[in-house]
């Protein structure tokens, strides 16, 4: 399997996650470890997918997966971000800020523990929990 395609799918027994198919085939994927968010954001999330992260308190790292050929509208990233609150301890909160960047924006510093990433170009979403069906 060539770097490419193993960056851009998800290998099941290696990836722990949840897993959005919504209308017009985009995809909201969210982990449930830290080794998982790592692997997610770092090695299945192609460069320009978008990712999210409740800001301040432990959660999912969340990637949006856009259609092919499809730039994501606004409702469809606060809708990604909705999911990265929903997956952190703020879920029982009202409304909450999510940091959201493009994949590429998204490093490991050196020597950081599983889940800990650095972040550019951030997009500060201000959403309430929930899923693509509550929505």
Same mark, same amino acid.
Not at 53 to 75: D, Q, T, W, Y
Not at 107 to 119: E, F, L
């Given at each position: 399997?060539?770097?490419?395609?193993?960056?851009?799918?998800?290998? $099941?027994?290696?990836?722990?996650?949840?897993?959005?198919?919504?209308?017009?085939?985009?995809?909201?994927?969210?982990?449930?470890?830290?080794?998982?968010?790592?692997?997610?954001?770092?090695?299945?999330?192609? $460069?320009?997918?978008?990712?999210?992260?409740? /800001?301040?308190?432990?959660?999912?790292?969340?990637?949006?997966?856009?259609?092919?050929?499809?730039?994501?509208?606004?409702?469809?990233?606060?809708?990604?971000?909705?999911?990265?609150?929903?997956?952190?301890?703020? /879920?029982?909160?009202?409304?909450?800020?999510?940091?959201?960047?493009?994949?590429?924006?998204?490093?490991?510093?050196?020597?950081?523990? $599983?889940?800990?990433?650095?972040? /550019?170009?951030?997009?500060?979403?201000?959403?309430? $929990?929930?899923?693509?069906?509550?929505?």
């Amino acid at each position: 399997m060539n770097k490419k395609t193993q960056r851009n799918s998800i290998h $099941p027994a290696h990836t722990n996650v949840w897993t959005y198919t919504l209308s017009g085939g985009h995809r909201i994927i969210a982990g449930k470890t830290d080794v998982d968010n790592d692997r997610l954001s770092l090695k299945v999330a192609g $460069p320009n997918h978008w990712w999210f992260h409740v /800001r301040g308190m432990p959660g999912s790292h969340v990637i949006l997966v856009p259609a092919e050929g499809h730039s994501p509208e606004k409702n469809l990233l606060n809708m990604a971000a909705a999911v990265a609150a929903y997956h952190s301890k703020a /879920r029982g909160g009202g409304v909450v800020s999510v940091s959201g960047t493009l994949a590429r924006y998204v490093t490991k510093p050196r020597g950081a523990k $599983p889940g800990s990433v650095s972040i /550019r170009k951030e997009k500060v979403f201000k959403v309430r $929990p929930a899923l693509p069906s509550d929505l």
